[in-house]
């Protein structure tokens, strides 16, 4: 009991000596999933899914990690990941997608014409989502090199308090881009169904039964690639 306490008042000293960006993000959380409750309860419970993770380093570094690396470092890693590079990489991602598909469809179209469509269709996809993923590594490799040469400054090159930034950042971005796609999804369903639904964006058991499977597929799929490939 006595140890519990004692990494509580430890986790409270912290969190008043964290610089005020870091104090920032993360009120920025809780104001999130207020947001995303009065959204749609259903989303919210798939938001503490993908938040999984997240809760899992935070609990390591209370026992562990504050000896290893600042909580301030951590937090700020982790909000690079979380908001700028999802600017950069996914933002920039869907423009370039975005012209890739004005492109490729008005291209294959003046070809091939609309009765071979689908025989040109799932090659104009896979080049469209080609594009999406080049642009979206593109700034990745680019932001997390910038990134990484200032941590080496600040803390050096072989250190774990790097490395753990690393992990950091890397986690931030799969799990606001994870957060974003289920965002989109909730906003397609409730969208969806009949004129009744429509009109009061209701979501139905079966659309929240997809929700969840799109959540547990991006925390078990999406989210571990997307950590490997940035870190």
């Given at each position: 009991?006595?140890?519990?306490?004692?990494?509580?008042?430890g986790s409270?000293?912290?969190?008043?000596?964290l610089e005020?960006?870091?104090?920032?993000?993360l009120?920025s959380?809780?104001a999130?999933?207020i947001?995303?409750l009065?959204?749609?309860?259903?989303?919210f419970?798939?938001?503490?899914?993908?938040?999984?993770p997240t809760?899992?380093?935070?609990?390591?570094?209370?026992?562990?990690?504050?000896?290893?690396?600042p909580?301030?470092?951590?937090?700020?890693?982790?909000?690079?990941?979380?908001?700028i590079?999802?600017?950069?990489?996914?933002?920039c991602?869907?423009?370039?997608?975005?012209?890739?598909s004005?492109?490729?469809?008005?291209?294959?179209?003046?070809?091939f014409g609309?009765s071979?469509y689908?025989?040109?269709?799932?090659?104009?996809?896979?080049?469209?989502w080609?594009?999406?993923?080049?642009?979206?590594?593109?700034?990745?490799?680019?932001?997390v090199r910038?990134?990484?040469?200032?941590?080496q400054?600040?803390v050096?090159?072989?250190?774990?308090?790097h490395a753990?930034?690393?992990v950091?950042?890397s986690l931030?971005?799969a799990t606001?881009?994870?957060?974003?796609?289920?965002?989109l999804?909730?906003?397609i369903?409730?969208?969806n169904?009949?004129a009744h639904?429509?009109?009061?964006?209701?979501?139905?058991?079966d659309?929240?039964?997809?929700?969840?499977?799109?959540?547990?597929f991006?925390g078990?799929?999406?989210?571990p690639?997307?950590?490997m490939?940035?870190?």
């Amino acid at each position: 009991m006595a140890s519990v306490v004692d990494r509580l008042k430890g986790s409270v000293e912290a969190f008043q000596a964290l610089e005020p960006v870091s104090k920032a993000f993360l009120v920025s959380i809780p104001a999130l999933l207020i947001c995303f409750l009065a959204y749609h309860w259903q989303m919210f419970l798939c938001v503490l899914v993908l938040l999984l993770p997240t809760v899992r380093l935070a609990l390591w570094w209370c026992k562990q990690g504050h000896a290893v690396v600042p909580l301030d470092y951590i937090l700020q890693s982790f909000a690079k990941g979380f908001y700028i590079l999802l600017i950069l990489g996914t933002g920039c991602g869907f423009v370039a997608w975005l012209f890739a598909s004005i492109i490729i469809y008005g291209l294959f179209e003046a070809l091939f014409g609309n009765s071979n469509y689908l025989g040109w269709f799932w090659l104009a996809e896979a080049l469209r989502w080609c594009t999406f993923c080049f642009v979206e590594e593109l700034w990745k490799g680019l932001f997390v090199r910038w990134d990484r040469l200032r941590r080496q400054e600040e803390v050096g090159a072989l250190t774990r308090a790097h490395a753990i930034s690393g992990v950091a950042l890397s986690l931030g971005y799969a799990t606001s881009q994870s957060l974003l796609f289920v965002l989109l999804i909730t906003a397609i369903l409730e969208n969806n169904g009949d004129a009744h639904a429509q009109a009061t964006h209701e979501i139905t058991g079966d659309e929240f039964g997809l929700m969840v499977f799109f959540s547990f597929f991006f925390g078990a799929v999406s989210m571990p690639l997307n950590i490997m490939g940035t870190y």
